[in-house]
């Protein structure tokens, strides 16, 4: 009896100190997105080619086309509204058939003051985000796409247009350098 007393007894205690560990234990790691530069994948139009990303990780497989439209803009107002960002934000490259899903929200890269605006691909099962922000007289725009909901796509391509190397590079690029 006291040697199944004894069993008991070590039983609750490891099962006790093996709950307060799980409770007690770090929550996993987030996936990161880690974004890394492919070709651009669109055809010659009237503007420079720019860059694009693919993501791995928190958005695998979402892609990232960015680029600066120089003197492309209303000087006085920059991009002040939705009409405008389905306009220039380059996801007619993606898919003629893209459908806006909601209205549009005010964005901000480095100093640049914009909008952007999420959409249903016609295509595919896909959703894609179009950013527009401007300075002066010019436009960066970039356009992300991804499987499922845009809102999983948005939060990662805005993170990664903050970045240090993404900004110089967008300012550079506006600067015409």
């Known amino acids: 009896m006291r040697r199944g007393t004894a069993i008991a007894a070590l039983v609750i205690a490891l099962g006790a100190s093996g709950a307060a560990a799980y409770q ?7 996936q990161v997105a880690h974004w890394r530069e ?38 006085d107002r920059g991009v002040a509204d939705d009409d405008e960002v389905d306009r220039v934000a380059d996801i007619d490259l993606i898919s003629p058939r ?6 549009g929200e005010e964005v ?7 909008r952007a605006r999420r ?10 985000i179009g950013i527009a922000v401007s300075r002066h007289c010019d436009l960066f ?9 845009a809102g999983t796509v948005q939060p990662a391509a805005l993170a990664f247009l903050e970045t240090q190397e993404m900004k110089r590079w967008t300012m550079a690029a506006l600067d015409g350098r």
Do not use: T
């Not at 007690?24 to 987030?30: E, F, N």
């Not at 893209?98 to 209205?103: D, L, M, R, S």
């Not at 959409?119 to 894609?128: E, T």
């Not at 725009?141 to 909901?149: K, L, T």
């Open 108 to 114: 901000g890269i480095a100093e640049l003051r914009g």
């Open 24 to 30: 007690l234990a770090a929550p996993p790691a987030q």
């Open 38 to 75: 492919i070709a651009w994948p669109f055809p010659r139009d009237g503007w420079p080619a720019g860059r694009a990303f693919r993501c791995d990780g928190a958005c695998a497989g979402a892609e990232l086309y960015v680029r600066a439209k120089r003197g492309f803009c209303n000087c």
């Open 98 to 103: 893209f459908v806006a899903i909601a209205p």
């Open 141 to 149: 725009v970039a356009a992300a796409q991804g499987r499922g909901d």
């Open 119 to 128: 959409y249903h691909l016609g295509h595919s099962d896909g959703a894609a």
